[in-house]
């Protein structure tokens, strides 16, 4: 195994790039790596002595070298193979999202729109038992995209405020403080039908700051990417928090474009969302309970 420990000054994937084969720690000191990270190799571990914090601020509509981002490709850290963990590490995208809803507020009699989407953290093809422990997340629109393998995400705490966790991957929150940070949405899965298990949020809280007004966030509402009918959107919630601005209906509806063009509206509750929580129950504590043993036996 080899050990690094590396200065703000340095660069996270040059140290990757140039490590020997095999498991290799990363032990990052204080301070602000503004990097684009991309974990490609297996057995990768981030640890933060002190408080480090890994950002950029692309977002979706971002122009660079002659392409323009997709929503994946605005990610500060992108994880694309197994066994990826993070100590203590704070993952952020710093777009400025107020700025970019006042400009498509200015603009919205011309026909122009900004993009907001911007990710902080992404679980992209070929991740999978990724770990993530005492993390931080810190975005607006889509800070956290989970959409391969499975992800363990410990006393974690993730700030957004539209589908700010999202994506077809399995991800069990454990103890995770959920906060949001203006009306809006928390998840918008897209599970696999082939799939049993999406997101499964247990003993977390979830809470907000800022403005956010009472009944204002939905827990999830079902994501079809292009309209895709392989999709059936997976979120459970077992003896979690839910604070003031979480709306009592929970779930909402989400509607998506066809490559064709026509729209389609995919109803919340015909969705896979589950809660056994706080006074509210639509599933029953044997097969939530049923659910979690599974979940985290795929960890």
Not at 127 to 143: E, I, K, V, Y
Request: charged share 25%; aromatic share 10%.
């Amino acid at each position: 195994m080899t050990t690094l420990v590396l200065e703000p000054s340095s660069s996270i994937n040059d140290a990757l790039s140039s490590a020997p084969d095999g498991p290799v720690t990363l032990v990052l000191r204080e301070g602000v790596w503004r990097e684009k990270v991309f974990v490609t190799r297996p057995d990768v571990t981030l640890l933060s002595e002190e408080g480090a914090r890994i950002d950029n601020d692309d977002r979706h509509g971002t122009v660079r070298d002659g392409k323009v981002f997709a929503t994946g490709d605005s990610a500060t850290f992108t994880v694309s193979a197994p066994n990826f963990t993070a100590l203590g590490i704070t993952f952020s995208n710093s777009f400025d999202y107020p700025g970019g809803k006042k400009w498509n507020e200015e603009h919205k009699d011309d026909g122009k729109k900004m993009d907001l989407q911007a990710v902080a953290f992404r679980a992209a093809f070929g991740a999978d038992h990724t770990t993530l422990r005492a993390c931080t997340f810190l975005g607006w629109q889509d800070t956290l995209y989970l959409d391969s393998g499975s992800t363990l995400l410990e006393d974690c705490t993730i700030k957004g405020s539209v589908d700010f966790i999202f994506g077809s991957g399995s991800a069990l929150f454990q103890g995770c403080e959920i906060v949001s940070k203006g009306n809006g949405f928390v998840a918008a899965p897209s599970t696999f039908d082939s799939e049993e298990l999406g997101f499964v949020f247990h003993d977390c809280i979830f809470s907000k700051e800022g403005n956010t007004e009472n009944n204002s966030v939905f827990i999830a509402r079902p994501w079809h990417p292009a309209g895709s009918e392989n999709r059936d959107p997976m979120v459970l919630l077992i003896d979690c928090s839910l604070s003031s601005h979480i709306n009592p209906y929970l779930w909402t509806d989400m509607k998506s474009k066809r490559p064709d063009g026509t729209e389609k509206i995919w109803k919340g509750e015909s969705s896979r969302f589950f809660i056994f929580s706080s006074g509210k129950e639509n599933i029953k504590m044997e097969e939530a309970d049923r659910l979690l043993k599974l979940m985290m036996a795929r960890l």
